[in-house]
């Protein structure tokens, strides 16, 4: 049974920091490549970041890019997802999802991902 399970979202205030978790299990985490999309109310689902089978390459919407780090950790079926300098449009439920690959590429169509999480609530407020 494929499962996905987010955690580590919150009400946090502007410049705040927080860290995301994606535990899987069920699939080949070494052979899939993970995204962090998000959806904001009334609007479309977003790919925020994405990191490869290898971890060896990454890529982010430009909105987060340098403010937002995506890792994984294969021994511990983990990914991670580091979100510095929050602003309140970064409020969204943050879905971690997969597709299996072993391709550089990284998609940013959430189309593409095949398994999804339940979401993480990230409220950024003062």
């Known amino acids: 049974q494929v499962q996905l399970v987010e955690s580590g979202g919150g009400l946090v205030q502007p410049g705040a920091s927080l860290r995301l978790s994606c535990t899987v299990s069920?699939?080949?985490?070494?052979?899939?490549?993970i995204g962090w999309i998000r959806q904001a109310p009334g609007k479309e689902r977003e790919f925020v970041a994405g990191i490869n089978w290898s971890g060896h390459n990454t890529d982010y919407t430009d909105s987060v890019r340098g403010r937002f780090t995506i890792s994984r950790d294969n021994a511990k079926s983990t990914v991670y997802l580091q979100m510095n300098s929050l602003k309140p449009e970064d409020t969204a439920v943050y879905y971690c999802a997969a597709y299996g690959s072993l391709y550089h590429v990284i998609s940013t169509h959430p189309l593409q991902y095949t398994y999804w999480g339940q979401g993480t609530q990230v409220t950024v407020s003062s």
């Open positions: 069920g699939f080949s985490l070494d052979m899939s490549t």
